[in-house]
């Protein structure tokens, strides 16, 4: 931290809540491979006793977007309180970075209190009321998400099954290609294509186990709206199954708390609609392959000499996808969809 970003944010909280705002706690949280996050505190005085705001930060300190994916700190901002008019579970945002506020490109948002930690998540005592809740509360919240007006959003990037496809195919070869069982995927992901035009609404794109806050009572906040985008809704219920973010739970495909009918019943109480079965399991394959590849990616990364340990971590597990892309496409009688 320097004194110069400390004074910046104070300056901002100044103009938000008034000039006697001050910060009274100020951390950088970890994770966030891409962005910066701050949790800090700011009292403001009254008659009485002070009050205080718990918040977050979440910047880019250069100001621009670092994943080609990215939608932009503007447009997670805007989309976040687009999908809280729908009554999805995300934080407020109460405040959008300028320019000149000496900041980069960012929001802040209201704290939520719980935990993010698929590992508590799934076995600490706390949460065993939540977790057969957690299943049905992710498929609600998608279906909430996937109820925002797509002309409010403003310009978003749009995605398809065959973008991702296409896109897919291009990193695989970028990063060297000769991996058998990711050529029988793109095989499988090609002969079993989605037929039929694909609802086009607002998709969250990472909504999964770890970027969400759970409390004992189940779900409260969905977040990381770095890559929303506008696509086909049954990507966000197929991401959601993606086994690795089962993190250990493998019986369990809605992110370790449960089953898809679970999730796929809390969307359909919610859209008033059914979900497509064979659709949402296209995706949760694509999302197996895409996430494998970007492993794969990140560990040449490392091995080329940027000295990330998240990267180093992450590349090692290009193989686990693999295992569980066989799982996933055995024949029948095999474990299909396990």
Same mark, same amino acid.
């Given at each position: 931290?320097?004194?110069?970003?400390?004074?910046?944010?104070?300056?901002?909280?100044?103009?938000?809540? =008034?000039?006697?705002?001050?910060?009274?706690?100020?951390?950088?949280?970890?994770?966030?491979?891409?962005?910066?996050?701050?949790?800090?505190?700011?009292? !403001?005085?009254?008659? &009485?006793?002070?009050?205080?705001?718990?918040?977050?930060?979440?910047?880019?300190?250069?100001?621009?977007?670092?994943?080609?994916?990215? /939608?932009?700190?503007?447009?997670?901002?805007?989309?976040?309180?687009?999908?809280?008019?729908?009554?999805?579970?995300?934080?407020? @945002?109460?405040? @959008?970075?300028?320019?000149?506020? =000496?900041?980069?490109?960012?929001?802040?948002?209201?704290?939520?209190?719980?935990?993010?930690?698929?590992?508590?998540?799934?076995?600490?005592?706390? $949460?065993? *009321?939540?977790?057969?809740?957690?299943? &049905?509360?992710?498929? +609600? *919240? /998608?279906?909430?998400?996937?109820?925002?007006?797509?002309?409010? *959003?403003?310009?978003?990037? @749009?995605?398809?099954? #065959?973008?991702?496809?296409?896109?897919?195919?291009?990193?695989?070869?970028?990063?060297?290609?000769?991996?058998?069982?990711?050529?029988? +995927?793109?095989?499988?992901?090609?002969?079993?294509?989605?037929?039929?035009? +694909?609802?086009?609404?607002?998709?969250?794109?990472?909504?999964?186990?770890?970027?969400?806050?759970? &409390?004992?009572?189940?779900?409260?906040?969905?977040?990381?709206?770095?890559?929303?985008? !506008?696509?086909?809704?049954?990507?966000?219920?197929?991401?959601?199954?993606?086994?690795?973010?089962?993190?250990? *739970?493998?019986?369990?495909?809605? =992110?370790?708390?449960?089953?898809?009918?679970?999730?796929?019943?809390? $969307?359909?109480?919610?859209?008033?609609?059914?979900?497509?079965?064979?659709?949402?399991?296209?995706?949760? @394959?694509?999302?197996?392959?895409?996430?494998?590849?970007?492993?794969?990616?990140?560990?040449? #990364?490392?091995?080329?000499?940027?000295?990330?340990?998240?990267?180093?971590?992450?590349?090692?597990?290009?193989?686990?996808?693999?295992?569980?892309?066989?799982?996933?496409?055995?024949?029948?009688? &095999?474990?299909?969809? !396990?």
């Amino acid at each position: 931290m320097t004194d110069g970003f400390a004074e910046a944010l104070g300056a901002c909280m100044h103009r938000r809540f =008034g000039p006697g705002a001050t910060i009274a706690w100020l951390e950088r949280l970890s994770g966030g491979a891409s962005q910066e996050l701050w949790a800090f505190d700011v009292s !403001v005085p009254g008659g &009485g006793a002070d009050e205080t705001h718990e918040l977050i930060l979440r910047r880019n300190p250069g100001g621009t977007v670092k994943r080609e994916n990215s /939608a932009g700190m503007e447009t997670e901002a805007r989309l976040i309180e687009l999908a809280r008019e729908t009554g999805t579970p995300a934080p407020r @945002v109460i405040h @959008v970075c300028t320019p000149d506020e =000496g900041l980069g490109s960012g929001f802040v948002m209201g704290r939520v209190p719980g935990e993010t930690l698929a590992r508590r998540l799934l076995r600490d005592e706390e $949460y065993a *009321a939540a977790r057969p809740l957690l299943a &049905g509360q992710l498929g +609600a *919240a /998608a279906a909430r998400i996937h109820q925002i007006d797509v002309a409010k *959003a403003g310009p978003l990037r @749009v995605s398809s099954a #065959e973008l991702n496809l296409e896109g897919s195919h291009a990193l695989y070869q970028a990063n060297g290609g000769g991996r058998p069982v990711v050529e029988w +995927a793109f095989r499988w992901l090609r002969e079993h294509r989605p037929t039929g035009e +694909a609802a086009r609404t607002v998709v969250h794109g990472d909504m999964r186990n770890g970027n969400i806050i759970v &409390g004992p009572e189940g779900l409260r906040a969905v977040l990381d709206w770095e890559v929303v985008h !506008v696509g086909d809704p049954m990507e966000d219920l197929g991401w959601l199954c993606v086994p690795s973010w089962r993190f250990g *739970a493998i019986d369990k495909p809605a =992110g370790g708390f449960g089953s898809r009918e679970e999730l796929w019943a809390g $969307y359909e109480q919610v859209s008033g609609r059914p979900v497509d079965r064979a659709r949402a399991r296209w995706w949760e @394959v694509m999302g197996t392959l895409r996430w494998g590849l970007s492993c794969a990616m990140m560990g040449r #990364e490392f091995q080329a000499g940027e000295p990330s340990v998240e990267k180093a971590a992450i590349g090692r597990r290009a193989s686990e996808t693999e295992i569980d892309l066989l799982a996933m496409l055995a024949p029948p009688g &095999g474990q299909a969809f !396990v």
